[in-house]
C-alpha cells in the first residue's frame, strides 16, 4: 500500500516554541491530508483538513492561529504547533486518502509524532 | 453526525482464549467505509480491515474474523486463539464522504490485554 511518512518522530520542546512536523505521501499524491491529535489512553480526534493550495479546515475547538497548517505540495503537509506548552503534549498523526478499490476510500496514516512541551 | 462506540474500554483474556471486540456505529449515509486498526505501544496504527456499507459478507483473515450487521449497525472484531502478540489498543473507526474523499471517525478504543 500506499506510504506515509512523518517527521520527526519524536520532539522535546521547551514551553513557547513553536514546533513544525512534516507529512509527506512518498508514493503518491495528496491534494487532502488530515491531521488528528491523540492524548495519552485517548481516541484519535481530528484536528484539520489539509487542503493543497487552499487554506486548511478546522474541526470545532482547534484554535486555528496555534496550529498552523499549510499543504505546499501535492505531496507535503505541515503543522506548526505555535508557542507550545505542556498542553499540547500529544501524539499527532497526519493521513492522506489513497486509491483503493477505485475510490478514494483508504487511509493511509503516518506512524505519528510525539510532541513533548517542558 | 456519525459516531462509533467501543462499550469495552479494557479487555483481559488469558492466551489463547477467543476474544471478540464490539463495535457499533451510527451515520445518516447510506454509503460509509468501517474500518479497524490495530495501534500496538509503539504507537503506529496497522490497517486491519475496511469494509463498505454494501458488503455485509463476514470476513475471515487467519486468527481474524469481521461481523458486520447492518440491521444492527454493528461490526465486531473477533480474535481467535490469541496470542501475547495481539495486545493493543484496537480502534474501530467510519468514514464519510467529504468532497470525494472519506473523513474518519474513530471510536475510543479497546485496549486489549492478552495474558500468557
Known amino acids: 500500500g500506499a506510504v506515509v511518512s512523518q517527521h520527526p518522530s519524536r520532539v522535546i520542546c521547551k514551553s513557547g516554541t513553536s514546533v513544525k512536523i512534516e507529512c509527506r505521501s512518498l508514493d503518491f499524491q495528496a491534494t487532502t491530508m488530515f491531521w488528528y491529535r491523540q492524548f495519552p489512553k485517548q481516541s484519535l480526534m481530528l484536528m484539520a483538513t489539509?487542503?493543497?493550495?487552499?487554506?486548511?479546515?478546522?474541526e470545532q475547538g482547534v484554535e486555528k492561529d496555534k496550529f498552523l497548517i499549510n499543504h505546499a505540495s501535492l505531496t507535503l503537509s505541515t503543522l506548526t504547533v505555535t508557542s507550545a506548552h505542556p498542553e499540547d503534549s500529544s501524539f499527532y498523526i497526519c493521513s492522506a486518502p489513497g486509491l483503493a478499490g477505485g475510490n478514494y476510500n483508504e487511509q493511509f496514516f503516518g506512524p505519528g509524532t510525539r510532541l513533548t512541551v517542558l | 453526525a456519525q459516531k462509533v462506540t467501543q462499550a469495552q474500554t479494557e479487555i483481559s483474556v488469558v492466551e489463547k482464549e477467543d476474544v471478540t471486540l464490539d463495535c457499533v456505529y451510527e451515520t445518516r449515509d447510506t454509503t460509509y467505509y468501517l474500518f479497524w486498526y490495530k495501534q500496538p505501544p509503539s504507537g503506529e496504527l496497522v490497517f486491519l480491515i475496511r469494509r463498505n456499507s454494501f458488503d455485509e459478507q463476514n470476513e475471515i483473515s487467519g486468527r481474524y474474523s469481521w461481523n458486520f450487521q447492518k440491521s444492527t449497525s454493528s461490526f465486531n472484531f473477533t480474535i481467535t486463539a490469541s496470542q501475547v502478540v495481539d495486545s493493543a489498543v484496537y480502534f474501530c473507526a467510519l468514514s464519510e464522504a467529504l468532497d470525494g474523499y472519506q473523513k474518519v471517525t474513530f471510536g475510543t478504543g479497546t485496549k486489549l490485554q492478552v495474558i500468557p
Open positions: 489539509s487542503n493543497e493550495g487552499s487554506k486548511a479546515t478546522y
